[in-house]
């Protein structure tokens, strides 16, 4: 078998620009350290690049571990460019609360490695790898505001849990490696296609890998961790964590399913059935209750996932499709929310409660405008990507006739409008408070708000472009 | 020919590009705010009565139709195809019309111009939008679109309780109408997922081509029902409707009363009853049942209000359940004079509204108790509000009268029970208009607050003449606007014809 390393190039760079960024630390002055966020974004825009000139090529490489496939190559530039949109607002983050540069984007550099081995990942060794790369980089990102209590919080219950779920992870690896006699995807799907019954230990197999990638997505009931690893992080990791992190286990999750496991779908549908009732109903009824604009968001993250388990629950094409088609449309909104929080959020993030967003409508016309069409696309409301999105999960799902999921899931988005409502509400009709120190938007952070909000509002227009892009990518 | 195929679209950009325009207006040039929403508003009528001089009343198929594929990949094919019949014909031009009116009445709003008349603009590409759609998406974009910018109007400009009120009309129309998203998905695969056109899947479902189950039939016309019921708001669905109208601007109310609740209306007319005309002949006892509780019970409601705004709220529920009540009767007579009722109620109540907020302007109360004797000081307002009430109550030789009659004589035809029950729903508007107007006009001027009120100025005339024209001309001369309707309405009834004509014979078959 081939080593082909173009392969893995995108990979291989970020890698790169990671170390060199370390070593660079000690090289810059104080003053110009931000600069290492433009060599960090450098790296990204490269390893983009290359993933790009990659489109097309087909087939495994890298000793069998990698996949070549579209699928793989639209997950990797959603998760470069969702990356890509951290690192931009980071680096203001970065000077405003006065943390630390360079450890910071090269940690990101390498959870975006995590990130790109788990979408094409033929190997359910390196899915675990790029889980584990992935996840410890973030373990630490999660606790970078250092003194702080919430953030070492967030920390180690991230880490305690995190690492307990890859244990799980790794133990079901093991069984459905005892069971099928490989750790390679197609080998595996071989050997069950072949099988006329099948060993018990597959089916513990199948549920603790369930397990470890439901908790890296935050589906419930494995997603207790979420809303405290959320509240304490620094806001950009936070959105890293809510969109890339949970992106690339959803990722993994489908091809774990839709590639290796087919045959066993009626077992998973049923798992994922229930998971994704629960999913919905816990993170739409939680978010009603939440006072912190960071936790809400976490719950309504948690029920973003809950409609893709839809999309994934359903077991077709459409599904599929749907999915990667959602996460872009996730992306956009979600990184544009927390990006609008993280200015709000102010020096310190003392502005976090939901009740600071009271009143900001007419003065801050340009956050508050654009955290409005954000929170309307997570609502599902029409002319945005979220509707559009929906729509795709939940005709999946009707394409294989779970009327009943899609009736529950088309309840759980309408308890949730009323909380995306609220902050709407608070914006434009609340009571005007003592007003703080004044929102600097910065430059790049405005330019990412900007680019979400076309991005979720071209979604919702002209899904046609993307749509048909997704569709191309789901070649299984 | 090509311009009045794409009238329709044009109808749609030119509010979108004065919504633009206002976008780019400085916010603190009120004036010329105002006047380019007017402007925009005021071309989107003079465009759309092109749609009354090139409609043809002999076809009854969509007319204007513009069919292009909006979206075409990976097992999703979504159209925008808009069309109109004689059915959405009016309801198109009642909407460009009270929205320039709706405008021109929200004069008096003096803070954040800039964004109110974005979302009027807004509202009515929305509107117009939900009128024209004949394909399920596209219609369903734009009926939640529509929630959006009228959620503003009362969140924002709305009285004491506006948010209060704006949330709950958000999510009552919202929950209704997600169901009906899901039904919509489930019909596109009983289509076998080609398309989600309204023409094509109607036209299936009636030659058979789709065959649902019982089941499966009785719960998609439910799921539809729900949403238009909301809106509409069919008894006990109503709950939402006195906040929001009392707490809804002036021209939020007016747009509501106006023109949203006759969505619900038109949605019942296009999608439940074509489409499932056999549960609708099955559900029509209990649906003309909650239909006259909402008469008699708005009606009696809408009585003893202490505010005039609510009363007017109230009385909307009582005309509603008028309308749907024809509707269910599913004759020509009925459905026709229900169709009719509809921009009778858009043209009284809405003016009604624009009434109440007119002397809201003046005294910022609406209630009854604070007038008396208002005839003195302001003449003019009292003969205004005279013939506008006259027409709400369904005086002969004003708008109400007509729509009213037909939906009767239909509804006797059908059964003369509830003709008889949904009778007494007139006499009680009369109690509670005429006792409001005694309360509020007669008598001596007994507040000193009123002595001074002036009366109407030029602009407020302005707004009020047109719609007692409009009154008298669909009072006095309805063939305008009832032959028209004719041939759409026509192939409504046949339709649910189609469906009833066995289980008549059955019946005659069993009885021998």
């Known amino acids: ?476 | 020919m090509l311009e009045t195929e794409v009238l329709l679209t044009a109808l749609l950009l030119i509010p979108a590009a004065g919504a633009s325009m206002v976008a780019f207006v400085p916010s603190r040039k009120i004036h010329l705010l105002r006047g380019t929403a007017l402007f925009f508003t005021t071309l989107t009528f003079l465009c759309s009565l092109l749609l009354v001089s090139h409609f043809d009343s002999e076809i009854d198929t969509m007319q204007f139709v513009q069919d292009i594929s909006w979206f075409d990949v990976g097992g999703v094919h979504v159209r925008y195809h808009v069309g109109i019949d004689g059915i959405s014909l009016f309801l198109v031009i009642l909407t460009t019309f009270l929205v320039p009116v709706a405008v021109l009445a929200s004069w008096s709003i003096e803070e954040k111009v800039k964004s109110y008349m974005f979302f009027m603009l807004l509202l009515e590409v929305g509107m117009i939008g939900v009128f024209i759609s004949l394909d399920l998406i596209l219609f369903y974009v734009f009926w939640e679109v529509m929630l959006v910018p009228m959620y503003f109007l009362i969140g924002v400009w709305g009285g004491e309780r506006r948010i209060y009120a704006a949330v709950k009309f958000f999510i009552y129309t919202m929950a209704g109408s997600l169901l009906m998203l899901a039904a919509i998905i489930s019909l596109y695969f009983f289509n076998e997922a080609q398309n989600f056109d309204l023409v094509e899947i109607t036209q299936k479902l009636s030659s058979g081509e789709i065959v649902l189950s019982p089941l499966a039939e009785r719960l998609l016309f439910l799921a539809f029902f729900l949403a238009f019921a909301v809106k509409v708001p069919l008894f006990p669905f109503h709950t939402w409707l006195p906040d929001a109208h009392v707490e809804a601007p002036t021209a939020g109310s007016v747009l509501l009363a106006g023109i949203l609740l006759k969505m619900g209306i038109y949605g019942l007319l296009r999608f439940c009853l074509p489409m499932f005309p056999a549960v609708s002949v099955q559900l029509a006892p209990a649906i003309s049942l909650l239909a006259i509780i909402g008469i008699i019970y708005g009606a009696l409601v809408a009585m003893v209000q202490p505010d005039i705004k609510k009363l007017v709220a109230y009385s909307s529920i009582s005309h509603l359940g008028f309308v749907v009540l024809g509707i269910f009767a599913f004759n020509f007579q009925s459905i026709e004079g229900a169709t009719y009722q509809m921009l009778n109620h858009g043209v009284s109540t809405g003016a009604l509204f624009l009434l109440v907020g007119m002397i809201y302007d003046r005294r910022h109360t609406h209630l009854i108790e604070d007038f008396g004797g208002l005839a003195h000081v302001m003449p003019c307002y009292a003969a205004f509000f005279m013939v506008i009430a006259l027409s709400s109550i369904g005086l002969p030789g004003l708008n109400g009268f007509v729509g009213e009659f037909l939906i009767l004589q239909g509804t006797f035809l059908e059964n003369a029970g509830r003709a008889a029950f949904a009778a007494s729903g007139i006499v009680l508007s009369a109690v509670y208009m005429l006792w409001m107007y005694q309360r509020v006009f007669m008598g001596t001027l007994q507040n000193e607050k009123n002595l001074a009120l002036p009366d109407l100025n030029w602009r407020e005339i302005l707004i009020l003449v047109p719609i007692v024209i409009l009154a008298l001309w669909m009072g006095l001369y309805s063939s305008t606007f009832l032959r028209k309707m004719d041939t759409s309405v026509q192939k409504v009834v046949d339709r649910i014809e189609h469906v009833r004509e066995p289980q008549i014979y059955r019946v005659e078959y069993s009885g021998h």
């Open chain 1, 1 to 476: 078998m081939d080593i082909n390393y173009t392969a893995v190039l995108p990979e291989i760079i970020l890698s790169l620009f990671g170390i060199l960024i370390m070593i660079l630390i000690p090289f810059t002055p104080k003053a110009r350290q931000s600069a290492l966020g433009f060599v960090a974004l450098f790296g990204m825009v490269l390893a983009l690049i290359c993933v790009s000139a990659q489109c097309g090529a087909t087939g495994l490489a890298f000793f069998g571990m990698i996949f070549q496939d579209y699928f793989g190559q639209f997950c990797k530039i959603l998760f470069l460019f969702a990356s890509a949109a951290i690192v931009l607002v980071s680096i203001n983050y970065l000077e405003r609360e006065k943390l630390p540069y360079g450890e910071f984007f090269s940690l990101l550099l390498f959870a975006t490695v995590g990130m790109l081995l788990m979408a094409t990942s033929a190997d359910l060794i390196m899915t675990f790898l790029g889980l584990e790369v992935l996840s410890i980089s973030t373990y630490v990102l999660a606790g970078f505001k250092e003194g702080e209590m919430k953030s070492t919080e967030s920390a180690l219950k991230y880490f305690l849990l995190g690492a307990f779920s890859s244990g799980f992870l790794l133990y079901g690896i093991a069984f459905v490696y005892g069971a099928a006699g490989s750790t390679k995807y197609l080998k595996i799907a071989q050997v069950i296609e072949a099988s006329e019954n099948y060993p018990p230990t597959l089916f513990l197999g199948l549920g603790l890998m369930v397990v470890g990638f439901g908790f890296k997505a935050a589906l419930a009931p494995f997603h207790v961790w979420t809303p405290d690893v959320y509240e304490g992080a620094p806001v950009p990791i936070t959105a890293h964590l809510a969109v890339g992190s949970k992106a690339a286990a959803f990722v993994a999750l489908v091809r774990v399913l839709y590639q290796v496991l087919p045959e066993l779908s009626q077992h998973w549908q049923a798992i994922l059935w229930v998971s994704a009732v629960l999913t919905m109903a816990i993170g739409n009824i939680a978010a009603l209750a939440q006072t912190n604009i960071k936790r809400m968001l976490a719950y309504s993250s948690i029920a973003h996932a809950g409609y893709l388990l839809v999309g994934l629950t359903a077991h077709n094409r459409l599904g599929a499709q749907s999915i990667l088609f959602y996460l872009v449309a996730y992306a956009f909104m979600t990184l544009g929310a927390f990006a609008v929080v993280q200015a709000i959020g102010r020096e310190g993030e003392k502005y976090i409660g939901i009740d600071d967003y009271s009143d900001l409508g007419y003065r801050y016309p340009f956050l508050s405008i654009t955290l409005s069409v954000f929170l309307i696309s997570l609502a599902g409301i029409p002319a945005t990507g979220g509707f559009m999105g929906k729509l795709f999960l939940f005709a999946a799902a009707m394409q294989s006739e779970m009327y009943w999921l899609v009736v529950i899931a088309v309840i759980a988005s309408a308890i949730g409008i009323y909380y995306y409502l609220r902050v709407i509400v608070l914006m434009y009709m609340g009571e005007s408070k003592d007003e703080g120190t004044p929102i600097i938007v910065p430059t790049p952070v405005r330019i990412v708000i900007a680019i979400m909000v076309v991005g979720t509002l071209y979604l919702g227009i002209f899904p046609g472009t993307f749509l048909h892009l997704a569709s191309e990518a789901v070649s299984f």
